[in-house]
C-alpha cells in the first residue's frame, strides 16, 4: 500500500494496517527494524534510531545510549501527529549514522531484502530495508554524507535529502550539524513529494532552519515540464560497468521525455570526499563530547570521574565512531586546524560556487548515488575504501543541495540500481518533478 | 605528515578514549591512511577563498531574551539518568 492511500484509511483501516505491518515484521529476518514501539494513532511511519520520539529508548545503533529514554519529540514527528500520522518501529542504522552498511549498528545487521548476503546501504539502513520488504509504507531517514540516498539506492525504493534548513534537525541526534538534513524513504517520488511537505518548513527552535516562505510541492507535481537536465560524464569513470548502463538509460529515458541534455563537468570528487570526512569528523567529535556517561545512556563505573569519562566513552562508542572522533580531533587540534579544517571550508565553499554556477544553466544533474551496487557483507570493511564509496553522494551535503534517488534498473543478479537528480538549493519543486518525469519514463521504456 | 603512536596517544587524550593495545597498530595504520588520503586537498589551489564557511550567510537569527523552558524534559534526563538526586547527577569525587 501506498502512503497516499494509506492516508485515505478511516481508524478501522489503519488499525489493520498496522496489524499487516506488525505480522510482517514479527515475521521478518531482515532485522530492519530494532523494535516495534509505537506512538499515538495515524498512519504508521517507520522512524530511523536517531530521530528523538518521546518516551522511546532511542539510541542511534549505539550502546552508549542503551538506557536513555527520549523526553520530547523531534519536530518532524510532530509534524507527523498533526497530519494524521504517527512513528511507528525504530529502524536499524549504522552508529551514529557513521557508515555506508548498517553493518556498525549495536543492534547486528540487517540484510538487503533482494539478496540476504548484501549490504542494504546505510547509514539508513534499516529504514531502507522496511520500506523495499513491505514491513513499512513510508519511513524517514537521515542523509549527512548519503545516508538516505545510497541506502534506497541499493534497496530499490525512493529517498529524498531536502536543501539544508528545509527540514528541522530539532531532535535529530547530531553527527555533523552543517550536513545533516531528515527526508523521507518512500516507495515512488509522489509519496516522497508528500511525506516531504509533511516534515518540511521553518521551526524556530532549530537555529539553522530556513526562514523562508513554504510551498507545498505535491499539490503542483508536475510530470511534463521541460527540463534542461546536466550529466557528467567524467564522472561515470569511478562507476561500475551496470551503473554506467543505468546512467545511460536514464539518459535515454529522460531524452524520450523531451528534456534538453546538457553535458557539464564538475571538480573531481576525490576533493569532496576529503572535504566531507575533514569536516564530518571535526564536526562529529564536537557533538559527540556530550557522550560521558553521566547524564544519559549508559555509564561504566569508575573510581575517578576522568576514568568514567574515558571508560563509558571506551566502551560504549564502536570502531567507526572511535576513529571519526580521533580524526575529528586530529584535524582540529592546534598544528592542524589551518591545513586540514580550515583547508576544507575552503574546499567547500569552491565546490557550493562551483555547484551555484552549474544551476545558472541546467534545472538538474543526473548522478549515480554509489559506484556499485549493494556490497557482499564485509566487502567495505577497510575505512578509507566505504568513504571513496560515498563518491557520488557528499557533494550534494557540501554544498546543502536537495537531492532525490530513484530505481533505475537492475544488474544481473537482480540487486536494484538507483540514480540521483540534483536541484538548486530550495527548488525542491523542479526536483520532484524532474523525478516524477524520469519515473514515469522509465516505465515506458 | 604521518600517524604515529605518539599522535595517537595525543588524539586519545583529546577524544577522552582509549584504544585497546591489541588495536592500536591497526588504528594508526587506518588513520594514518585517510590522513595521507585528504591531504589531496592541498593540490587545489585556494588562495583568496573566504576561510569562514557557513551554509547560511544570514546572522544567526534573534529572538526576545524570554526564558523558555519545560521542567518535564529535565525531570525525565535527571529521571533515566544512570545516577541522579533531587536535581544533580551523581559522580564519583572530584574533590579530596
Given at each position: 500500500m501506498k502512503l497516499r492511500e494509506a492516508?485515505?484509511?478511516?481508524?478501522?483501516?489503519?488499525?489493520?494496517?498496522?496489524?499487516?505491518?506488525?505480522?510482517?515484521?514479527?515475521?521478518?529476518?531482515?532485522?530492519?527494524?530494532?523494535?516495534?514501539?509505537?506512538?499515538?494513532?495515524?498512519?504508521?511511519?517507520?522512524?530511523?534510531?536517531?530521530?528523538?520520539?518521546?518516551?522511546?529508548?532511542?539510541?542511534?545503533?549505539?550502546?552508549?545510549l542503551q538506557g536513555y529514554i527520549s523526553p520530547y519529540n523531534a519536530t518532524v514527528i510532530d509534524k507527523l501527529k498533526g497530519a494524521g500520522l504517527c512513528a511507528f518501529g525504530r529502524t536499524n542504522m549504522d552508529e551514529f549514522a557513521m557508515g555506508s552498511t548498517t553493518e556498525s549498528s549495536y543492534y547486528g545487521k540487517t540484510l538487503n531484502p533482494h539478496d540476504n548476503s548484501c549490504v542494504p546501504?546505510?547509514?539508513?539502513?534499516?529504514?531502507?530495508?522496511?520500506?523495499?520488504?513491505?514491513?513499512?509504507?513510508?519511513?524517514?531517514?537521515?542523509?549527512?554524507?548519503?545516508?538516505?540516498?545510497?541506502?534506497?539506492?541499493?534497496?530499490?525504493?525512493?529517498?529524498?535529502?531536502?536543501?539544508?534548513?528545509?527540514?528541522?534537525?530539532?531532535?535529530?541526534?547530531?553527527?555533523?550539524?552543517?550536513?545533516?538534513?531528515?527526508?523521507?524513504?518512500?516507495?515512488?517520488?509522489?509519496d516522497a513529494a508528500l511525506l516531504y511537505d509533511i516534515i518540511s518548513g521553518y521551526d524556530q527552535n532549530d537555529s539553522t532552519s530556513a526562514d523562508v516562505e513554504y510551498e507545498s510541492v505535491v499539490d503542483k507535481l508536475d510530470g511534463n515540464r521541460v527540463l534542461n537536465i546536466g550529466i557528467t560524464p567524467s564522472h561515470l569513470e569511478n562507476a561500475a560497468p551496470q551503473i554506467q548502463k543505468a546512467y545511460k538509460k536514464a539518459v535515454k529515458a529522460l531524452k524520450d521525455a523531451g528534456h534538453n541534455i546538457v553535458e557539464c563537468t564538475l571538480l573531481d570528487p576525490k576533493y569532496d570526499i576529503s572535504a566531507y570526512y575533514i569536516t564530518a569528523t571535526a564536526e562529529a567529535t564536537t557533538n559527540l563530547a556530550r557522550y560521558d556517561g553521566v547524564r544519559y545512556g549508559r555509564r561504566a563505573e569508575s573510581d575517578t570521574l576522568e576514568q568514567l569519562y574515558i571508560n563509558s566513552r571506551s566502551e560504549g562508542f564502536g570502531d567507526e565512531v572511535k576513529r571519526r572522533i580521533l580524526l575529528g580531533n586530529f584535524v582540529l587540534s592546534s598544528g592542524y586546524y589551518d591545513a586540514y579544517y580550515i583547508k576544507a571550508q575552503k574546499v567547500r565553499r569552491v565546490i557550493k560556487d562551483e555547484y551555484a554556477k552549474l544551476f545558472e544553466k541546467v534545472d538538474l544533474i543526473l548522478s549515480p548515488v554509489a559506484p556499485t551496487t549493494a556490497p557482499k557483507f564485509g566487502a567495505l570493511s577497510d575505512p578509507l575504501q566505504m568513504y571513496l564509496s560515498d563518491i557520488y553522494t557528499i557533494g550534494v551535503n557540501l554544498a546543502g543541495l536537495p537531492a532525490i534517488s530513484l530505481p533505475v534498473n537492475k544488474d544481473e543478479d537482480t540487486l536494484p540500481i538507483g540514480l540521483q537528480l540534483i536541484a538548486a538549493p530550495y527548488d525542491e519543486q523542479t526536483l520532484f518533478d524532474g523525478a516524477l518525469s524520469l519515473e514515469r519514463a522509465l516505465e515506458t521504456l | 605528515m604521518r600517524v604515529d603512536d605518539e599522535l595517537l596517544s595525543r588524539l586519545e587524550k583529546l577524544s577522552m578514549l582509549k584504544i585497546d593495545e591489541s588495536e592500536r597498530t591497526e588504528c594508526i595504520e587506518q588513520l594514518d591512511k585517510i590522513v595521507s588520503f585528504v591531504q589531496n586537498l592541498s593540490s587545489l589551489d585556494t588562495d583568496g577563498v573566504d576561510e569562514v564557511f557557513a551554509m547560511n550567510q544570514s546572522a544567526t537569527a534573534l529572538r526576545l531574551d524570554e526564558p523558555r523552558s519545560s521542567s518535564d524534559i529535565a525531570d525525565d534526563i535527571l529521571k533515566n539518568a544512570p545516577l541522579s538526586e533531587d536535581s544533580f547527577f551523581i559522580v564519583p569525587k572530584i574533590i579530596e
Open positions: 492516508l485515505k484509511l478511516d481508524s478501522s483501516g489503519i488499525a489493520k494496517l498496522k496489524d499487516e505491518l506488525r505480522a510482517k515484521v514479527d515475521n521478518s529476518l531482515l532485522n530492519a527494524f530494532i523494535s516495534l514501539d509505537e506512538a499515538g494513532d495515524g498512519v504508521p511511519i517507520a522512524i530511523k534510531d536517531n530521530i528523538q520520539v518521546k518516551g522511546w529508548s532511542v539510541t542511534a545503533g549505539s550502546k552508549i546501504g546505510g547509514s539508513s539502513g534499516g529504514s531502507a530495508a522496511a520500506v523495499a520488504s513491505g514491513e513499512a509504507i513510508a519511513a524517514l531517514g537521515s542523509d549527512t554524507g548519503g545516508s538516505i540516498r545510497q541506502p534506497a539506492a541499493y534497496c530499490g525504493i525512493v529517498g529524498m535529502k531536502p536543501t539544508y534548513g528545509r527540514v528541522s534537525r530539532y531532535g535529530l541526534g547530531a553527527y555533523a550539524s552543517s550536513l545533516d538534513q531528515i527526508g523521507p524513504m518512500t516507495q515512488d517520488v509522489e | -
